[in-house]
């Protein structure tokens, strides 16, 4: 077993190479919060934190960056509190920076930081089949983020599956994690971040205020509004000790892109919270990509982990018809059973929304007795038309302080009214006309950039010549 003081040694090394490949110590900071949270991810994996575990990733930091000082109870509230692995942000432009230099900075880290979790799993001499899971998951999405960006290929990093040693369950399983403080003695001394800002909630009249005050939708803010009073009429019922039959509140969403699914989802998260039908009223995202992985057993971990974060709120998975392919050994069809039983286990606390094209997602839902049964409600978002298209198209001029001319509006208009009569599968609706202000913008920009000394008045105007003669 490696000295706490080796082990800094060790990192040192290995950071430092990273630093000189990159050409840069100003990822200095960065890289050490990224390592140490990962480490903190894999012990919400392991079978323990203990004394040695403190005294280990106080020994993760870089040359001239401060050395951490996590006490026990502040690093087992951490391990507790770890939800979900996240892509960082500064990995992102390390990627692009590689991109642009032809250099493989970005692999190294992700060999680095596997060397430095199978090192510390295998620390009490078990690496357990939970942990090596999780370190394949960070490899895999890091890995994932290099080879799309065009990244040089390289070394790849070691193959945590080879390293298993126990199948022993995760630290996380058998403990309540504030048994030890209470949640206020740790808030005052645990650092910021252990602790995510919750979001200030919202009166429900507010919340029904904004979904009725979105451009089309009439039949969505019907629906909604009825989907509201069965709530209250229920909690009414059950304060007067009358039976209230059990109903489910997942919903299919189907309709074309840019018709306003994701934000009646956000809304409707932040209603359910309103009506304390849920506990935080989150909205977590997803797609294929977030759910499946590409090896056996990987799937549940990354499906699992997104339902984890989901709790509480809103799971709302975009393209879901992608999880039931033809094939029967794809892994899709094993997030779809986890997704089924999660729903049913967390069907206090957790609502999931699946979206896509209408006719792909009857097909997805008949495809399993489980989704038919889950799934009672249906969404139809309808196409917006060229008069609602100019509305949403009118807001964003607003929204950004630009002011349409009599000729730019009426160019405008027939636009959209042309886009909306000729559309197609590929129409997108908001999301072409947020196109058509992009690039309305850039064009009004280049001409504003040619005025000698502009005015206000000429920074504000959209001109018939700044609105494009198509979007194609």
């Not at 969505?220 to 009825?226: E, G, L, R």
């Amino acid at each position: 077993m490696l000295s706490a003081n080796e082990v800094h040694k060790i990192y040192i090394n290995n950071v430092n190479a990273l630093y000189k490949a990159a050409n840069t110590r100003f990822l200095a900071a960065e890289t050490d919060d990224f390592l140490r949270s990962c480490v903190i991810g894999l012990w919400s994996k392991g079978s323990s934190v203990t004394a040695r575990s403190v005294d280990l990733i106080n020994e993760l930091y870089s040359e001239g960056q401060p050395k951490p000082n996590y006490l026990y109870w502040e690093l087992t509230n951490a391990v507790c509190e770890y939800s979900v692995f996240r892509v960082p942000d500064f990995f992102i432009e390390l990627v692009a920076s590689d991109r642009r230099n032809n250099t493989v900075a970005s692999r190294m880290l992700i060999r680095i930081m596997t060397n430095l979790l199978l090192e510390i799993a295998a620390d009490d001499e078990n690496v357990s089949t939970a942990e090596a899971g999780f370190i394949t998951a960070c490899s895999d999405a890091l890995m994932s983020v290099c080879d799309r960006s065009g990244v040089a290929p390289s070394k790849k990093p070691l193959n945590a599956s080879d390293y298993i040693t126990s199948p022993e369950k995760p630290f996380l399983a058998g403990i309540k994690c504030s048994a030890a403080k209470t949640n206020q003695e740790m808030s005052e001394k645990l650092p910021q971040q252990a602790f995510p800002e919750s979001k200030e909630s919202r009166s429900l009249e507010s919340l029904m205020e904004e979904l009725n005050g979105l451009i089309g939708l009439d039949n969505i803010k019907s629906d909604v509004k009825s989907l509201v009073n069965l709530i209250k009429v229920r909690k009414l019922r059950i304060q007067y000790g009358l039976a209230v039959p059990p109903i489910s509140l997942h919903m299919v969403f189907m309709g074309n892109p840019g018709t306003g699914k994701t934000t009646v989802a956000r809304l409707l998260s932040e209603i359910y919270k309103a009506l304390g039908v849920l506990s935080k009223g989150q909205l977590v995202e997803a797609d294929r990509s977030s759910l499946v992985a590409g090896f056996v057993g990987q799937t549940a971990i990354k499906t699992s982990e997104i339902i984890q974060k989901a709790k509480g709120g809103i799971l709302f998975i975009d393209e879901a018809y992608s999880l039931s392919p033809e094939s029967g050994s794809d892994f899709g069809r094993e997030a779809v059973e986890i997704l089924l039983k999660s729903m049913e286990d967390n069907r206090d606390d957790l609502i999931v929304i699946v979206a896509g094209y209408e006719n792909l997602m009857k097909k997805f839902i008949s495809s399993n007795p489980g989704l038919e049964s889950r799934f009672s409600k249906y969404f139809v978002f309808k196409d917006y038309n060229g008069e609602q298209l100019y509305e949403i198209f009118s807001s964003l001029c607003k929204k950004h302080e630009y002011i349409l001319a009599p000729e730019a509006e009426k160019k405008a208009r027939e636009l959209l009214n042309r886009l909306y009569d000729d559309r197609d599968e590929n129409f997108g609706n908001a999301r072409d006309v947020r196109n058509l202000f992009e690039k309305a913008m850039s064009n009004q920009c280049d001409r504003v950039a040619a005025i000698e000394a502009p005015k206000i008045a000429d920074l504000m105007e959209l001109r018939a010549e700044d609105i494009p003669d198509s979007l194609s």
